[in-house]
Structure formats: C-alpha cells, structure tokens
C-alpha cells in the first residue's frame, strides 16, 4: 500500500466531517512544520485528533478548503482502477436516468469525485477541474474515461475563481482526439451545437434540462423571451413544442450563432428572432415598447459569485425581476433563475417578488425547481444544490 502524508483534526474538529461533510477546513486542523511541505493535491490521510483514521482526501495548504474527502477506506489506492469504478457506478445512474448520452456524467462531490465535473456529448468527453488534487489526477482520470467509453473526444478545461484559489493556472488541454469546432448534441428531443472548446463552461448547461422541459409545456402557441439565452435552449425548445415566435437574447455574437443554427437544424428559423446586448440595457426598452410576451424567461449568470457580493446581487436579482416582469403580457409566465449558490432560496424568492411588485405586477409563485437530476445534489454539502429556477404566473 502507498504510504501517505498524514493530516490530523484538532480536538473536537471530527464531527461535522464523520457526520458526511466532504470539506475540511485549514482552522479544524492541527497545524505543524508538515503541512506546509504537503505537496498542492496531494492524496493523505485523513485522522482524529487520536489518530483513528478517517479516510483519505486531496490535500491542499494554500486553500481555505484544505482537505476534500475522496474515500472513507483510509487502505483504497487511488489510481485509474479507483476512477473507473467510481465513473462506472455515475454512468449506470445517467443511463438510467437521461437515456441519451448526452448528460453530466460526474457531478463533482456528489458522485466521488471532488472539484471535478464531466460532461459528455456523445463521443466527446469533457474534464472540468477546479482542485489541485483532481488536477493531478487527470491522466488517471482521462485513462478511466478511456477504458469505459472508448471516447472519440477527451478534453480538459479549467479556469475561474475556483482554480485560482486552489494556486492552479487555467487549462485547456487535448488528451484525445481532435476537435475543431462545435459539436451536436440531443436534449429533450430538440438538436444544438455547442462548443466544448470555446463555450462557456464546458460548452452546455445540461443542468437546465428540466427546468427547459417545464418552459416547454407552457409553450404552445406563446410568445417567449429568453433572456441571458446563451444559444437558447428554453427557446429553440418551446418552438419545437409550439411556441409561435421566440426572441433570444445574449450579449455573446458566437452564442446568438449557435442559437440560430439550432433553429435550423430543428427547423423554425423562421420564428427565432435573436438579439444581441446587456439584459439589463435591453429590457427597459422592451418594456416601454407595446411588445409583450406570454413567457418571459432569465437565466443570468452568477450575481452573487461570493458572500461579499450578496448586497449588491440581491438589488441585480431584485431589478431583474422588475425588468423582466415589466416585459410579461397578462396573465403570462415568468421564469428567473440563479446558478449563485450563495444565495439563499428564501431570499431569491423575497427579492424576485419584490422585483415583480416594483413592476406594479402581483404573481403566484408555480414552481421552485433546481437542476436535473445528473446534477446530484450532496447530502452533506448543500452548497452543491446552487441552482435555483423560479416560475411565477403573472398578473
């Protein structure tokens, strides 16, 4: 067996990791001359104070999180074998679930595998890593994918907050295969092309699913705006369940591409209209216009990206929902939704309702929704159930 570094709890510090927490803290550690010559990601093992092993986890000195939990079982190896294993159980689940293979394969925590998502659209794979101990682990991971799916497509991307916090530099790296532009996939029977490659995140926000397949329901012969469209998966979606016109907003020319080729190969071009431009700038003249739309749906990135920022994304939220409901027709639907998991729920709501309230509009709220189901949520970790979707009848 592999011998390991060895991190120890400070006395007392136990409970909230043997209660399923996969996170240890660097103040819930005794701290020593050793830590400091751990290695970034390095595999240890875990102890209580008295020196009962815990398990193993990723260590890392320069983060806040400095320990992530991989295995309860302090004797595993942690190689190629470890990953297929784990990769192998998340498939079985996905298969079951979404039937296509087109989904999140691994959703970080949640399915073993901490800091790490994968992505697959069809015979591409995509390796998303925000730690330095699942950065290390990327040529075992890739070898796993590999083995299982016989991919034609491995890809490694990473880059953000999370990254830099953890001392990594971004990444984009080929493993396998070549890959030269945008990719189709299927999602609830409509086509797309995303780009892993220059797209936002690893290409798709497969999390959305469901929360599309709802917008689509309420869609048949409605006028939908989709806001913070991205390449317009609610849109291109309601127009394939009936939808009469959909107008597609984003401030990205590249993601507008997409959303318009999407419309083609799903054939209503015709009633796709797209825009490009800041939300924040464009629905105040479509509130003032006569135009209104029997949906209106805002998907916006994150407004609250850190505690600090909860004031001032809390009025973003808040003046969206004003904006937005400004734009809705009678008796109309809107959706809003944040990917900010440090934004509560309960504040979501208050502060959208007070946004739709400031419009001299009243709402009931119809649905409160969070991501599909290839986006497991942790049971220990509930900042891993970020997403949040709001769908109110309008009056």
Known sequence: MTKRPTIHLKSGEERRVLGGHPWVYSNELQAGPELKAIKPGAIVTLRQADGRPMGLAFFNPKSLISGRVITRDHSVEIDAQFWQRRLERALKLRDRLIGVPYYRLAHAEADGLPGCVIDRYGDVIVINVSTAGMDAEIDNLATAIDSLLKPRVILVRGDGPARVLEGLEPITRLVKGELDGPVEIEENGSRFLCDPREGQKTGWFFDQRDNRALIARLAKGAKVLDAYCYMSGFGNQALKAGAASVLALDSSAPALELARKAAE???????LETRQGDAFDVLPEIAQSTARFDIVVADPPAFVKSRKDFNIGSKAYRKLARLAASCVGKEGILM?????????????IKQTDRGIQEAGRSARLLYHTGAAPDHPVHPGLPESAYLKALTFAIE
Request: hydrophobic residues 40%; proline residues 5%.
């Open 265 to 271: 190969l799903n054939g209503f071009a015709a009633q």
């Open 336 to 348: 809003l939704c944040s990917c900010s998991h440090n934004m509560p729920a309960e504040e979501l």
